[in-house]
């Protein structure tokens, strides 16, 4: 890298170090959240998980249940902002149809519905346990 890149870089993150870095980052993921909260579906999510992460305490038997509950709504969660990121992207580079952008907000979409099926099957799984035991 030239000395005047290190000067003057295009984002001045990557010339943070340390706990300012660390600092920048945290203020940086807390922007996204907010960004995130604008999406309606990353919105029904967070407040779905304000129920369900408190439930999995209650409905896990066990670490590891409340683990894989808590982990997979809060997986849906991280997807949904993973595929809100694509789409805004997308959408950044023109709004005119493309197949490849057609097939990159495709593609995301299909990730949350895989995430949703994991929590889904999870909580269905747990709940069956609980109350039908074998």
């Given at each position: 890298?030239?000395?005047?890149?290190?000067?003057?870089?295009?984002?001045?993150?990557?010339?943070?170090?340390?706990?300012?870095?660390?600092?920048?980052?945290?203020?940086?993921s807390?922007?996204?959240?907010?960004?995130?909260?604008?999406?309606?579906?990353?919105?029904?999510?967070?407040?779905?998980?304000?129920?369900?992460?408190?439930?999995?305490?209650?409905?896990?038997?066990?670490?590891?249940?409340?683990?894989?509950?808590?982990?997979s709504?809060?997986?849906?969660?991280?997807?949904?902002?993973?595929?809100?990121g694509?789409?805004?992207?997308?959408?950044?580079?023109?709004?005119?149809?493309?197949?490849?952008?057609?097939?990159?907000?495709?593609?995301?979409?299909?990730?949350?519905?895989?995430?949703?099926?994991?929590?889904?099957?999870a909580?269905?799984?747990?709940?069956?346990?609980?109350?039908?035991?074998?």
């Amino acid at each position: 890298m030239p000395s005047d890149a290190r000067l003057n870089p295009v984002n001045p993150q990557k010339a943070r170090t340390g706990l300012s870095r660390v600092w920048h980052a945290g203020l940086y993921s807390l922007a996204g959240l907010r960004a995130g909260w604008r999406e309606p579906a990353f919105r029904q999510e967070a407040i779905l998980a304000v129920v369900l992460v408190p439930l999995s305490f209650w409905l896990g038997r066990s670490w590891v249940e409340v683990v894989m509950l808590a982990g997979s709504v809060l997986l849906v969660m991280i997807v949904e902002l993973l595929n809100t990121g694509i789409e805004t992207v997308v959408d950044r580079i023109g709004p005119e149809w493309h197949a490849l952008s057609k097939r990159a907000k495709d593609m995301g979409s299909a990730a949350v519905l895989l995430s949703l099926l994991i929590a889904g099957g999870a909580w269905a799984a747990a709940i069956y346990t609980r109350f039908f035991p074998i």
